[in-house]
């Protein structure tokens, strides 16, 4: 079952923009996850919410948290040309199993 | 340095063969979990488990068979009865037990193409 899901799919912006990629969710929560991938590659974590934060903040990287929404946005500011790749949120589904669930992806490419 | 590695990075297979992907990881973590990626999509999960001599199946366990007899082991079959094999797989370790619950991220290899012709 798909858990959570990327919006938009696809986004294209030139070096120096900021990207915004959102990702929505249909269960309650213990925490989100951030995920990032380069082609061919596997995931590399980037950062983690938990249900009782709204905003959170890593180097060049905002998350948010909307749990009422069952939404969160990632913010990518000032962005690189290595910062092309796919991003996936990842949720427990409050199904306190230990899984996580991955949404489909948003593909960032930066343009130099 | 530590990490996962995943063996090999290609495999061709014939249909109607099993195939075992190598998973190895030496950060001694509790958790290792397999998930499947095909083209463009998400991470579908496979199995996972969460301690030695023990594994739960995931979203898409039929067709494949895990073992899970060391700690830094975790070796994934994709059988003959797998109608679908062709995909990327993705093997996952975590600190903790709990990758969701207790907010544990999940460490990546660098994935198995598996192509079956």
């Known amino acids: 079952s798909q858990q959570g899901e990327e919006d938009p799919q696809a986004l294209s912006i030139q070096e120096g923009e900021n990207a915004t990629m959102n990702c929505s969710y249909k269960t309650s929560i213990n925490n989100l996850q951030w995920y990032r991938q380069n082609s061919g590659r596997g995931l590399v974590h980037l950062i983690l919410i938990r249900s009782n934060e709204r905003e959170k903040h890593s180097g060049r990287l905002r998350v948010t948290l909307d749990t009422s929404k069952k939404s969160s946005s990632l913010l990518i500011t000032a962005s690189r040309a290595a910062d092309t790749a796919s991003y996936f949120c990842?949720?427990?589904?409050?199904?306190?199993?230990?899984?996580?669930?991955f949404g489909q992806g948003t593909t960032l490419q930066v343009k130099p | 340095d530590g990490g996962i590695t995943q063996s090999p990075k290609y495999l061709f297979r014939k249909e109607g063969q099993n195939v075992t992907l190598s998973c190895e990881q030496n950060l001694n973590h509790d958790a290792m979990y397999w998930y499947r990626q095909d083209p463009g999509q998400g991470l579908r999960l496979i199995y996972y488990?969460?301690?030695?001599?023990?594994?739960q199946k995931g979203d898409i366990a039929e067709g494949y068979s895990v073992s899970r007899e060391k700690k830094e082991s975790f070796p994934l079959t994709v059988t003959s009865a797998q109608k679908n094999p062709t995909a990327f797989y993705l093997c996952?370790?975590?600190?903790?037990?709990?990758?969701?619950?207790?907010?544990?991220?999940?460490?990546f290899g660098n994935g198995t193409r598996l192509t079956v012709t």
């Open positions: 990842a949720t427990d589904g409050s199904s306190n199993t230990g899984k996580l669930i």
């Open positions: 488990s969460q301690i030695v001599n023990d594994f």
């Open positions: 996952a370790s975590s600190i903790g037990a709990w990758a969701g619950t207790d907010a544990s991220p999940l460490h």
